[in-house]
C-alpha cells in the first residue's frame, strides 16, 4: 500500500474512531441519568432506554475494539452500522414517540460507509438505510398518543439531537483535520522536491566546476607533455621527450602553429635529442609540421637527431632536405642567430 492510501487508509479509521467514541459517550451518559431517574421514577421506560443505550455502547464499544486491533475498515463499519440500525428498531417498536428524532442517525452509517471508498458498498449501506427509513416515518403518521413523561421525552429528543450533532461534528472535523494535513504534507513534499532540486542544481555546478578543473589540467597535462619555450621574440623551442605518436604530433603542431602565429616568429627548433624512436608516421608528421610553419613564413630547425634516429630516418627514406638540423639546441640557436645577421 502507498504512503497516500496509507494516509487515507489512517485519516478514515480516525473519523470512524472519533464517532465511534463520541456516541459510546453519550450514550454511556444518558445510561448513567436514566439510571438515576429510574431511582425516582420506577417506569417501564427506563428500562427500554437502559436497553437502547446499553445496546448502542456494546456496538461503539465493540466498534473500537475493530479498530485498536487493526481490522479491515469495513468490518467497523459494519458493527457500527448494525449497532444503529438496531436502536431504531427498538425505538420504533418501543419508543415510537422518538422515531424522527432517531431516524437522521441513518445519515451516520450512510457518511461512514462512504468512507470505505467503495460504491457497491455505500450504495448498499443506503438503500438499507432506506428500507429502515421509510417504514418508520410511515409508521410515525400513526402514531397520535404519547406514553412517555414530557420531560423524560424531552430529554430523549435532546440527546439523540446532541449525538446526531457530535457524530456530523466528529465527521466534519476529521475530515478538515485530513484535509489540512494533506496540504501539509502536500507543501512538505513541494518543499523536499525543491530541496532536491536545489541539490541537483548545486551538484550539477559541482560537476561543471569539476570538469572545468578537468579540462585545466588535462590542458596543463598537454603543456607539459609537449613544452614549447620562448627563447626570445622571434625563436621558440620545443624539446620532445619520450615516445612520439600520432596523438603528440597533431597536438605540437597545433601549439606550434598557435605560437609561431601570435607570436610572430621566425624560427622554431624542435629538439628530438629525448626521442629515442621515430616510425614512418611520426617522420612525417614532423614533416608536415615544419611545411605548416614555412607556411607562416617561419623555418624549422631539428637538432639533437642521434644515430638510431637518423638510420631510422635514412632507412625510411624520409626527406628533410628543406628542413636544417644541428646537434644540439645550442647549435642551433648560434644557425638561427647567424642567418639572422646574413638576413640583416
Given amino acids: 500500500m502507498g504512503t497516500s492510501q496509507t494516509f487515507l487508509e489512517q485519516t478514515h479509521r480516525r473519523i470512524t474512531w472519533s464517532i465511534a467514541l463520541g456516541t459510546l459517550i453519550i450514550s454511556v451518559a444518558a445510561f448513567v441519568i436514566t439510571l438515576l431517574a429510574s431511582l425516582f421514577s420506577q417506569s417501564v421506560f427506563t428500562v427500554i432506554i437502559l436497553t437502547i443505550t446499553l445496546i448502542t455502547g456494546i456496538g461503539c464499544a465493540i466498534t473500537l475494539l475493530v479498530l485498536a486491533r487493526q481490522q479491515p475498515l469495513w468490518q467497523a463499519i459494519v458493527t457500527f452500522g448494525l449497532m444503529i440500525i438496531a436502536c431504531e428498531v427498538a425505538i420504533a417498536i418501543w419508543l415510537p414517540e422518538l422515531r424522527l428524532a432517531t431516524i437522521p442517525f441513518l445519515a451516520v452509517v450512510i457518511l461512514l460507509a462512504g468512507l470505505q471508498g467503495q460504491r457497491s458498498f455505500s450504495i448498499g449501506a443506503t438503500v438499507l438505510c432506506v428500507v429502515v427509513a421509510i417504514p ?10 404519547t406514553r412517555i413523561a414530557p420531560h423524560l421525552l424531552m430529554f ?14 466528529a465527521f466534519l472535523d476529521r475530515t478538515m483535520t485530513a484535509q489540512m494535513q494533506a496540504l501539509r504534507l502536500a507543501d512538505q513534499r513541494a518543499d523536499e522536491a525543491e530541496a532536491a532540486r536545489q541539490a541537483t542544481e548545486v551538484a550539477r555546478q559541482e560537476i561543471e566546476q569539476r570538469a572545468l578543473e578537468q579540462q585545466r589540467l588535462l590542458e596543463l597535462i598537454d603543456v607539459l607533455e ?4 620562448t627563447i626570445d621574440d622571434k625563436v621558440l623551442l620545443a624539446p620532445l621527450v619520450g615516445h612520439l605518436d600520432s596523438r603528440r604530433t597533431e597536438a605540437l603542431r597545433g601549439r606550434l602553429l598557435d605560437m609561431v602565429a601570435s ?3 621566425h624560427t622554431v627548433i624542435i629538439d628530438v635529442t629525448g626521442i629515442s624512436f621515430i616510425d614512418t608516421a611520426v617522420a612525417k608528421a614532423l614533416i608536415d609540421t615544419a611545411t605548416a610553419i614555412r607556411l607562416l613564413g617561419a623555418r624549422t630547425i631539428v ?9 631510422t630516418l635514412v632507412h625510411l627514406n624520409v626527406g628533410l632536405a628543406e628542413i636544417a638540423t644541428a646537434p644540439n639546441p645550442e647549435a642551433a640557436l648560434r644557425l638561427t642567430h647567424a642567418v639572422a645577421v646574413n638576413g640583416a
Fill in 226 to 229: 609537449l613544452p614549447v619555450l
Fill in 156 to 169: 430523549l429528543e435532546t440527546s439523540s439531537i446532541v449525538a446526531l450533532f457530535v457524530a456530523i461534528w
Fill in 263 to 265: 607570436r610572430r616568429a
Fill in 303 to 311: 637538432s639533437g637527431i642521434g644515430p638510431s634516429v637518423a638510420q
Fill in 136 to 145: 418508520l416515518v410511515v409508521l410515525n403518521q400513526s402514531t397520535t398518543d
